[in-house]
């Protein structure tokens, strides 16, 4: 499976930004499509996931009620759309896909995109 993560940039604090994961080669593997992040001197952190039918979503509490992930099954594609970003949102996103559900940490995952940066300026 290859994954091409997509959207990344600079905004400012309270702006927003529309994540895009594109899945190809052996998608038939995929139940579970997440989102994680890494900021500057920190671990891998997870940050949202979805199922392949779309029908289970989970956040990370530190973004729920600020981020929305969703999922075109039929293009393989997923989206992470981020409302009222902060600093510390600040990291770079990788989408990455699991066989599993649920699936929360990045040792459940098997294949990652290479990452978009995403800067929030305050």
């Avoid at 997870?46 to 199922?51: E, H, K, L, Q």
């Amino acid at each position: 499976v290859q994954l091409q993560a997509s959207g990344g940039g600079l905004v400012q604090a309270g702006g927003s930004l529309r994540l895009s994961c594109a899945a190809s080669g052996g998608t038939f593997l995929i139940w579970t499509m997440g989102w994680f992040r890494q900021a500057p001197g920190k671990e891998r952190e997870f940050v949202a996931d979805i199922t392949r039918d779309g029908r289970s979503t989970y956040y990370a509490d530190s973004v729920k009620g600020r981020f929305t992930i969703s999922g075109d099954i039929a293009k393989n594609r997923v989206y992470l759309q981020m409302n009222s970003l902060k600093p510390e949102d600040t990291a770079v996103y990788y989408c990455a896909t699991s066989r599993k559900w649920p699936a929360r940490t990045e040792y459940e995952y098997d294949y990652w995109g290479q990452g978009t940066l995403v800067t929030v300026s305050s």
